[in-house]
Nanobody, 115 residues
Framework: QVQLAESGGGLVQAGGSLRLSCAAS????????MGWHRQAPGKQRELVAV???????MYADSVKGRFTISRDNAENTVYLQMNSLKPEDTAVYYC?????????WGQGTQVTVSS
């Protein structure tokens, strides 16, 4: 089992920045990819960014050039640096980890961007 704990959400004005963190615990040796998804009210959960254990990254088109995902394998932590935030980035952000055949999810952290 893997447990994930997100932090760093909050309220920010458009154009501002936030940094999300997600710390993994438990059977972290089994984790390969980690990532972030988000879900806005009335919308489906969508992929934001993912990073492999080797550091390869992938981003949704809507966040390319503004968000950066990184990970500290020694600390079992993944980060999401969000710059130039827009009101449409408002959502609950969920961390997830792929471990063997399972996918684990955090509880989510709210990000609200005011115009």
């Amino acid at each position: 089992q893997v447990q994930l704990a997100e932090s760093g959400g909050g309220l920010v004005q458009a154009g501002g920045s936030l940094r999300l963190s997600c710390a993994a615990s438990g059977s972290t040796f089994s984790i390969n990819a980690m990532g972030w998804h988000r879900q806005a009210p009335g919308k489906q959960r969508e992929l934001v960014a993912v990073i492999s254990i080797g550091g390869r990254t992938m981003y949704a088109d809507s966040v390319k050039g503004r968000f950066t995902i990184s990970r500290d394998n020694a600390e079992n932590t993944v980060y999401l640096q969000m710059n130039s935030l827009k009101p449409e980035d408002t959502a609950v952000y969920y961390c997830n980890a792929a471990a063997l055949i399972n996918v684990y999810w955090g509880q989510g952290t709210q990000v609200t961007v005011s115009s």
